[in-house]
């Protein structure tokens, strides 16, 4: 007979889940590991509301495994380490985002891409090495190999730096690997939600001319006189989307419904690129002939590897970037996850973890 | 008609003779028409050989839509130059040059200045696009030729001209993309899917880089002729989901030069993580991606055509040090009607090239 949630392990940990295709989360009382010699504990201040966490909830992408205790944008202190941890102590700031183990053995985990591991351990609803369930970040305290614990840099706030675990590295990532980084280039972000807003901010870090892509004309003054973007470009203004053809160097695709890639391969130049890292549902429609005339490319991008996480931490410290966010009480978070449908949020939900979740 | 007023036999002062599609029928037939005068930076040459490219074929009925009749076709060009402009530095009479696909650009955007003037917004086609005197570019299934230097290539000295022609877009092709993709590097393993003119070549140049070549075609008959004479490592025929299957995330790239409608899924899985699909054939209508396996395995699609004059002198110089040239098969002139049939049904191994020197004809 397998053991229930609470039973399975050492210590007693208290959180948030979802039991069922409603995605309504409840109070859950589950376990985790005892602290192993490799091993971090976070007492969680701060998670982060991802998209991600919605569609999980929802079962949507038809893999969860329930109960679901979702969050993979976590922060918090240490409260403890195993003997073998030499990078972190007590009380030190620290996260953990969206995968928590890998093989450590394969070509990705050795080139420090551990997000591309066969074997990754997503962060919740997945199987960790002992083949019991992982928990996420909606619960007060999480139990991490060191490996895959960051250090939060001492002048960004925890609350508004959590987002940068999933999102921000999420655009951060395919940033640096497809070299979309040359100061003076132009960079379009399609899509201004959590991804998108954190793109804008990155994207003038690196030095880029950046323009919204967006459908809600709405978001203009925001993203110009708030998020810093340059431009800003109406999709459903015909006049407008012609006369950007052929001007973006690249694109950050973060728009997670169906929709069309030709406009957006017709805004890049001659070898331009446009990196997707939002996730439809269905497959998208893909025009090859303009790829071709114009050596365009489009190209996938999936978080980032921990290193290249710690580095994104750091360089978004230096340049003063946190996301937007809008700071909840865990008991809110239904409601917020019905925002979140309705991508009304300025840019993310962060549960206020440490003040808000009480157990009774 | 020269868009000049004139007729194309009166358009300009050299006499020329060729072969021309005049209807959507694609049927060629001879066609008296004239070249320009050779300009102080023009190059004119004797045409020897000219390879059939499908282009070709698509062009002469108009299955793109913007063919301008009469079209004299061919863009793999090579003869022996009988003239030179005042002030062309590169070449002299007698040497053994070469045309491709492009015989103009706009020499002063970003592209151009970076040796590419195929994505130059203003390429002049090498046929039946019109060029800065507002005249029709008649291409290569004729006697002569007129460029200007840019736009000619060297044929080295060890290349043979018949087997050398379809470098110039064939070639050029799949050897851009190899380079620019990084499919270059030696121990890299690639698929090339389809086995016609450009997959033959991207076999070819492949090993020629040190990449280990797997063709991945529905034709299982298509085996020997792959691994025995083009030198692929292996052989995967697609339709074949046992073989699919166990090849799935062993490749670092995949050339594809497949025009017709076919599915990219299967494709993509057969990259490695990091893998990048190369498409160089253009299917017309929308292929569907999808893009969990792209993004979870941060693979990529891209696109290219042809190359750029600078790289595609490096491809030829590159083809003559290791001994590549397509495998061909001289037409006469008058055999290309045929030809064009059956290059339609895939039946040719893997390039027709038309005999101009010795089987063009013009009439009394």
């Not at chain 2, 050029?172 to 086995?195: A, E, Q, R």
């Not at chain 2, 090849?247 to 995949?254: C, F, K, R, Y």
Request: hydrophobic letters at 40%.
């Amino acid at each position: 007979m397998t053991k229930s949630p609470e039973d399975e392990h050492p210590q007693k940990v208290f959180g948030w889940a979802a039991r069922d295709s409603s995605g309504i989360l409840s109070p859950f009382t589950f376990s985790r590991r005892g602290n192993g010699d490799d091993d971090v504990t976070v007492k969680v201040l701060f998670c982060g509301v991802c998209h991600t966490d919605l569609h999980a909830v929802r079962n949507e992408w038809g893999f969860t495994n329930y109960p679901v205790v979702p969050g993979h944008e976590i922060v918090g202190v240490v409260s403890n380490i195993g003997k073998n941890v030499k990078k972190f102590k007590v009380g030190d700031r620290v996260g953990a985002g969206v995968i928590v183990g890998s093989c450590r053995k394969c070509e990705s985990c050795r080139q420090d891409l551990e997000n591309y591991c066969p074997r990754m351990i997503f962060t919740y609803n997945a199987l960790d090495h002992d083949g019991t369930k992982t928990y996420g970040g909606y619960s007060d305290m999480i139990i991490v190999d060191q490996h895959f614990v960051v250090r939060i840099p001492d002048n960004m706030p925890l609350d508004a730096g959590a987002p940068l675990l999933c999102a921000g590295i999420t655009v951060y990532s395919p940033m640096k690997y497809y070299g979309m980084t040359e100061p003076g280039k132009h960079l379009g972000v399609a899509g201004l939600g959590g991804l998108g807003h954190v793109a804008v901010k990155i994207g003038k870090a690196f030095g880029l001319k950046v323009t919204v892509i967006s459908a809600s004309p709405k978001k203009e003054s925001e993203a110009i006189d708030r998020l810093g973007a340059d431009a800003f470009l109406v999709t459903t203004d015909p006049a407008k989307l012609k006369a950007a053809m052929g001007t973006m160097d690249y694109i950050i695709d973060t728009i997670s419904a169906v929709h069309p890639l030709a406009p957006l391969l017709g805004l890049l130049k001659m070898s331009g690129k446009l990196v997707t890292v939002g996730l439809p549902e269905k497959p998208l429609e893909l025009p090859i002939f303009p790829l071709v005339l114009g050596r365009k490319l489009v190209g996938g991008s999936d978080i980032g590897g921990m290193k290249e996480t710690q580095e994104m931490l750091d360089f978004c410290a230096k340049h003063n970037i946190v996301a937007d966010i809008e700071l909840i009480r865990m008991d809110y978070i239904n409601t917020a996850m019905e925002r979140l449908s309705k991508s009304d949020v300025r840019y993310r939900f962060v549960i206020d973890v440490a003040n808000s979740l009480s157990r009774y | 008609m020269a868009t000049n007023g004139k007729s194309p036999e009166q358009g300009h002062p050299k006499k020329a003779f060729g072969w021309a599609a005049r209807d959507t029928s694609g049927v060629l037939s001879p066609f008296k028409f004239s070249r320009r005068a050779t300009g102080e930076t023009d190059v004119t040459f004797k045409v020897l050989y000219c390879g059939i490219c499908h282009s070709d074929l698509h062009m002469a009925k108009n299955e793109w839509g913007f063919s301008i009749y009469p079209l004299v076709p061919g863009h793999e060009i090579v003869g022996v130059v009988t003239e030179v402009g005042s002030k062309v530095q590169r070449f002299k009479v007698g040497d053994k040059v070469g045309v491709g696909c492009l015989v103009g650009s706009c020499h002063s955007c970003d592209n151009c200045a970076n040796d590419l003037e195929n994505y130059c917004s203003k390429t002049i086609l090498t046929y039946g696009a019109k060029d800065r005197d507002g005249t029709i570019t008649y291409g290569g299934y004729s006697d002569i030729m007129v460029a200007d230097e840019h736009f000619v290539l060297r044929i080295p000295e060890n290349l043979p001209l018949d087997a050398g022609a379809p470098l110039l877009c064939a070639g050029i092709t799949v050897y851009s993309p190899l380079k620019y993709y990084g499919l270059d590097k030696p121990g890299m393993h690639v698929g090339v899917v389809g086995l016609g003119g450009l997959g033959h070549m991207a076999v070819k140049f492949a090993k020629a880089m040190g990449v280990n070549v797997t063709v991945i075609s529905t034709s299982p008959n298509k085996k020997k002729e792959a691994i025995e004479h083009l030198g692929a490592d292996s052989f995967l025929v697609s339709r074949d989901q046992d073989q699919m299957q166990a090849a799935i995330g062993t490749l670092d790239g995949i050339i594809d030069t497949v025009s017709a409608q076919h599915p990219l899924l299967p494709l993509i899985s057969l990259l490695k993580p990091h893998g990048k699909l190369v498409t160089v054939g253009a299917p017309e209508k929308p292929l569907e991606l999808p893009v969990f396996p792209l993004l979870l395995g941060r693979k990529l699609i891209g696109g290219s055509n042809i190359g750029g004059l600078k790289e595609t002198q490096e491809m030829l110089d590159f083809a003559a040090k290791h001994n590549i040239k397509a495998d061909i098969e001289v037409i006469p002139m008058d055999y290309v009607n045929t030809a064009m049939e059956r290059l339609l049904k895939a039946d040719v191994r893997y390039r027709f090239v038309i005999d101009i020197g010795n089987t063009m004809n013009s009439s009394a």
